[in-house]
């Protein structure tokens, strides 16, 4: 191979040429539960024809019972309205029903969809990088508001504009006067309300984004909290806490007012409406041209017509503020880089045992300054290589670029001659294995914490990695053994007790290589010891790659690279403890 290879791009992203909307986002989420809008749909319109036979129905009563109709023929028109009356109460409770599972799916598939895009599929060094508080704000407070939204305004919005309709088609027959210039009112007031509507919106959405960044704060303050008690900050917490309200009330008020201003503004148009119709209605009554019958028709179709523009204004903000989550969640599931290609990824089993892991004249920066330079080192299968060095040296970033969470800017990262990066991290999973110090714990069993609640591992294989480590002993005098429960970040244990928790994590699943990122930094001398013959033995049989602080770690180790300033300074084997401690172990 040549020494001079050509600079290597990042992987080119799987991106759909056209830009994700929030509309197209909707309709994406709609398709799941498409049969039950459609039925809640059909159901909320037969609830307005419901509606609209209402006042048909009395006038015809009112004519009749003037006319001098027979007792018989009134009580079946009675009985005809209070069987449409029951009727369209059915189908609204029915279409608010399916109404409600639709928005709710719509949510849950909204939910997870952001969360597979903020754990999985977005770099994982950018999504470190945001407060954990903001990110969980924008999948679950977002989704929430589009179930909420969709649930309660989404049909009734439709049901009530089509009423509208229905009612002014109505008025334009039997008064055409009136009917005409309820109309144009009518006509006048949407065209306001799309204005408005665009105004609430943009004013919705960032509000949403202020929301999120507070709650990031509030999640940041409370993490820290064990930090800020001892120096006698958590006042600051407090005081900083109260700013943010303040700008967030600030914010949230300005999208609340834009919201409500729809609803003056349908009041001004239903007293317009009002005294359209009944002017006109008795100017015509007068005439002889209409009956009390159609008069008082045309009565009770203003009233109704006053009930759908009052929660269509309602409706309306609450799908601005639909509209505004769906188009910050579109931009963030469309934002460029979202998931990486994998064409160079073999196809079909990935390959087990040790593989060969090559730098090759790596560089990579996480902004304009490089971190790593011309970086060059093989470890053939089933060798060990120790990196150590300075703080700031590029080693983590080597962890980084080897497990895939970010591509090389030149050179390439290959395990078993394919790049990392173009590696699906499904496949990935089965060939790299990683122990971390920074390994997270979950309020969970202890099984389904070594595990990560994967399926097929036997409880044998469980128990044979914990005897390897020396901390089988441990866990048969807990509580309920594997069963017992930990606290959140494995609060509920010692340093070194979750140490073991996540080494045995990372024995229990078979990968051919195995990354150990400051991975015994925390245990005792003795679990320390024991650890350190477990990966001696799992060296046999696995490339190794340690990170490490303490010297002891890398005593079996093949060769050490030592980093500085993002440069490889020395690859040497077999140092003296004398020699690492020369070359900047320790951080």
Known sequence: MSDESPPRKRPPLMKDESPLTGGRLLLQQLRPVRAASVVALLAALAGVAATLAGPLLIQRFVDRAGAGADESALMAVALIYLAVAAAGTTVRVISGYLAARAGWSIADGLRRRLLRNAAVERPVLETEGRQTGAVLEEIDGNSDIVGTAFAEAGFRMVANVVTAVGILAVMVVVVPAAG????????????????????????????????????????????????????????????????????????????????????????????????????????????????????????????????????????????????????????????????????????????????????????????????????????????????????GAGKSTVVNLLCGIAAPDEGRVTIGGVDAAAIPPEQLAHQLTVLSQQAHLFADSLRDNITLHKEGIPTERIWEVLERLGAADWVRALPEGLDTRVGTGGRQLSEGEAQLVTGARALVHPGGVLVIDEGTSRLDPEAERSWAAVVGTLMRDRTVIMVAHRTETLRDV??????????????????????????????
């Open 180 to 391: 005409t210039g309820i109309t144009l009112l009518t006509a006048v007031m949407f065209f306001a309300f799309a204005r408005l509507t665009r105004r609430a919106t943009r004013r919705f959405g960032a509000a949403r984004q202020e929301q999120a960044e507070f709650f990031g704060f509030v999640g940041d303050g409370l993490a820290a909290r064990d930090d800020l008690l001892p120096l006698d900050r958590a006042e600051w917490a407090t005081d900083a806490t109260r700013l943010r309200l303040d700008s967030l009330f600030r914010v949230e008020g300005r999208a609340y007012m834009a919201g409500r201003s729809l609803w003056p503004l349908a009041q001004l148009f239903f007293a317009l409406s009002l005294g359209l119709a009944l002017g006109f209605g008795l100017r015509a009554l007068g005439h002889g041209d209409v009956t009390v019958g159609t008069l008082t028709m045309l009565y009770l179709y203003v009233n109704l017509l006053q009930e759908p523009l009052e929660k269509i204004s309602s409706q309306a903000e609450q799908l601005q503020r639909m509209m505004a989550v769906l188009t910050l969640s579109a931009r963030t599931l469309d934002r460029e880089g979202t998931v990486p290609a994998h064409a160079g990824a073999p196809a079909g089993e990935p390959p087990t045992g040790p593989q060969t892991v090559s730098f090759e004249k790596v560089t990579f920066g996480y902004g304009d300054e490089p971190v790593l330079r011309d970086v060059t080192f093989s470890v053939p299968a089933g060798g060990s290589l120790g990196i150590v060095g300075p703080t």
């Open 558 to 587: 093949d060769g050490v690279l030592v980093l500085r300033d993002g440069r490889v300074a020395e690859p040497v084997s077999g140092l003296l403890k004398g020699d690492l401690d020369g070359a900047g172990a320790a951080s």
